[in-house]
């Protein structure tokens, strides 16, 4: 995840060329960081990425060095120098013996339409993280899950806690649909996602409910149909849960809110 693509990097608002690029100055010490998407040139919702950085600085005690006119011009810079107007970017705040700022394009990968279309499949994963309302880089957490990922040929793994109640996936949030009603797992239990705070205010406006409330993994066959939401994935339907089967791409709840975060996309990048 920490993979430097394209030709330049950013660090401390110096542009950077690829070979300088050093792993290891990001995995020492703690690291907090947010996974932008750019479509068009833009950086997709920009200032509720930032405020959640600012968010996982205060729940650990750091405060970041940078405003958020320098982050952007950064984003911009990385953006222009680098000639790319679709792909994601990882900024980086690593609290170390030297405090540095990364911001750098990465690997991405976006869903296909088949599966939008048709949905994607899921494993469960018994597992927590460390402090969930921070975003903060744990790579032997994200290996494990990945490594799993692989090997299941899925494309995410569902998070559950100790007491076996769902949380959230390995680099997504998870809704579940019951009716004309969306659940999600309470806010202090996940991190706080841009995309999931996104959905749940468009579905709002829609009159559509929203509960956080615990899901247990025992109970999810019970629900109509569920998705899983994120930067690179948007709002993507969810087919299978290890042998539990869902229909969760024809089901109107979640082709609602799919055509409502597409919009909010385009209000987004229509006011930068």
Not at 62 to 88: A, D, M, T, Y
Not at 138 to 163: G, H, S, Y
Not at 170 to 175: A, E, G, L
């Amino acid at each position: 995840m920490n993979k430097c693509l394209d030709k330049f990097f950013i660090l401390n608002n110096n542009v950077k060329v690829l070979k300088e690029f050093e792993d290891n100055k990001i995995e020492a010490g703690k690291s907090l960081y947010e996974v932008i998407r750019i479509i068009d040139g833009k950086p997709l919702f920009l200032k509720r990425h930032l405020d959640r950085l600012e968010n996982s600085a205060r729940v650990i005690g750091l405060e970041l060095w940078l405003g958020r006119e320098e982050i952007k011009q950064s984003i911009l810079k990385l953006i222009e120098k680098n000639n790319v107007c679709i792909g994601n970017i990882k900024l980086v705040f690593n609290f170390s013996v030297k405090n540095n700022f990364f911001a750098y394009f990465i690997d991405h990968h976006y869903p296909e339409l088949s599966d939008y279309e048709n949905g994607v499949d899921t494993i469960l994963y018994f597992g927590e993280r460390q402090n969930p309302n921070a975003k903060i880089i744990n790579a032997d957490f994200r290996r494990q899950t990945d490594i799993l990922i692989k090997k299941k040929n899925v494309f995410e793994a569902i998070l559950a806690d100790r007491n076996g109640n769902i949380t959230e996936g390995s680099r997504s949030n998870i809704f579940f649909v019951k009716g004309e009603n969306l659940i999600t797992a309470p806010l202090k239990q996940v991190l706080p996602g841009t995309t999931r705070q996104v959905i749940m205010e468009a579905c709002s406006k829609m009159g559509i409910g929203v509960k956080e409330c615990k899901i247990n993994y025992r109970d999810i066959d019970r629900y109509d149909a569920l998705f899983i939401s994120g930067t690179s994935p948007k709002v993507l339907p969810v087919k299978s849960v290890d042998n539990i089967k869902f229909n969760s791409s024809k089901n109107k709840i979640v082709m609602d809110v799919m055509k409502a975060y597409d919009e909010e996309i385009k209000m987004d990048l229509s006011n930068l």
